[in-house]
Nanobody
Framework: QVQLVESGGGSVETGGSLTLSCEVP????????LGWYREAPGKQREFVAS????????YADFAKGRFIISKIKNDARTEDLRMRRLTPEDTAVYYC????????????WGQGTQVTVSS
C-alpha cells in the first residue's frame, strides 16, 4: 500500500504561517497531479490546492492569496504547501494526495497532518 508522508503541521496563532510538506515514495509520472485536501471536525474533506507536473496550480477560493503550492521537486519527490494569514477556520487535518489524470488507479493519500490555529 503506497502512502504519502506529510509533515509540517502544528499549532499557530491567528495570522501565523505554516509550511506543509509532502513526500512521495514513487517516481513522479507525467499527468500526475499533487494536491492538498483538508478535513475539519464535523465537516467533509475539501479541496485546498493542487499542482500538475507542468507547474499549473489550482486553488480553492479560501486559499487564493494566502496559500502557495510549490512545484513538484522531481529529484526529491517532495512538494510544499505554504500557508499564511491563517485563521481558526483553517484548523483541520491536511492530507496530501497524488492522482494521475490518465491512470485512474494511481490515487494515493497520506495519513494527514494536524493544523491548529488559535484565536
Amino acid at each position: 500500500q503506497v502512502q504519502l508522508v506529510e509533515s509540517g503541521g502544528g499549532s499557530v496563532e491567528t495570522g501565523g504561517s505554516l509550511t506543509l510538506s509532502c513526500e512521495v515514495p514513487l517516481v513522479i509520472l507525467p499527468s500526475d497531479v499533487l494536491g492538498w485536501y483538508r478535513e475539519a471536525p464535523g465537516k467533509q474533506r475539501e479541496f485546498v490546492a493542487s499542482i500538475t507536473t507542468d507547474g499549473d496550480p489550482t486553488y480553492a477560493d479560501f486559499a487564493k492569496g494566502r496559500f502557495i503550492i510549490s512545484k513538484i521537486k522531481n529529484d526529491a519527490r517532495t512538494e510544499d504547501l505554504r500557508m499564511r494569514r491563517l485563521t481558526p477556520e483553517d484548523t483541520a487535518v491536511y492530507y496530501c494526495n497524488l492522482r494521475n489524470t490518465i491512470l485512474s488507479g494511481r490515487n494515493y493519500w497520506g495519513q494527514g497532518t494536524q493544523v491548529t490555529v488559535s484565536s
